[in-house]
């Protein structure tokens, strides 16, 4: 078979990296997952990988800063065009509750991007980044911890149910994707309204 759209969520493997805000990528790619009735996630080199029909899901388990290694190979193995492949991962520098889509760019920052930037040797594919950063922080660089530790750590409480409506909001964008294009992505997003918890 074919696959024509390579889904990829960024996140760190195992159960104590579940909850944190480094891994809102692999929540998002599980939650899209449910939501299309995809089959579990089975081991596949260095990945988690499912498919349905014409679509591949995949979660690397390299660790976040060399998914690179994990994409590269699924993007090879399954010949994957670069317009056809989507990677979702947190952004520190962006507002909980935000999302940016862009359809090339730098790796801004996030190590996990560039070591994906690195394997495939091109900035030109599609990326949702979404926000982690708390409400009650202006910018990155105001956190009461070093950068590296604050991604690391699990969401607060009081950050939960917005969590849950960028999620919700991401599976949705991404849907877009999977059944046409980035274009037609890129039309729903700027469509949507800001995020809040009422």
């Known amino acids: ?35 299309l009735n995809v089959p579990r996630f089975k081991k596949h080199k260095k990945s988690l990988l499912t498919r349905k029909n014409e679509w591949l899901f995949l979660k690397p388990l390299t660790y976040m800063n060399l998914s690179g290694h994990a ?8 010949e994957i065009k670069n317009k056809d492949l ?5 952004d520190v520098y962006i507002p909980l509750g935000e999302i940016r889509i862009r359809q090339r760019g730098s790796d801004g920052g996030h190590n996990g991007l560039k070591s994906i930037i690195d394997a495939l040797d ?8 979404i ?19 604050f991604v690391l750590m699990a969401h607060e409480n009081d950050e939960l149910e917005l969590v849950q ?18 274009e037609k992505m890129s039309a729903a997003y700027s469509r949507l309204d800001s995020l809040s918890v009422e």
């Open 1 to 35: 078979m074919i696959y024509v759209k390579l889904i990829v969520g960024l996140g760190n493997p195992g159960p104590e990296y579940e909850p944190t805000r480094h891994n809102i990528g692999f929540r998002t790619v599980d939650a899209l997952c449910t939501k």
């Open 71 to 78: 994409v590269k190979s699924m993007v090879d193995e399954f």
């Open 86 to 90: 989507l990677v979702i991962f947190d």
């Open 122 to 129: 091109t900035e030109n594919f599609p990326r949702m980044r």
């Open 131 to 149: 926000g982690i950063l708390p409400e009650q922080y202006e910018d990155a660089g105001k956190l009461d911890v070093p950068l590296e530790e």
């Open 165 to 182: 409506k960028v999620i919700s909001r991401a599976v949705e964008l991404t849907s877009y994707f999977i059944y046409q294009n980035f």
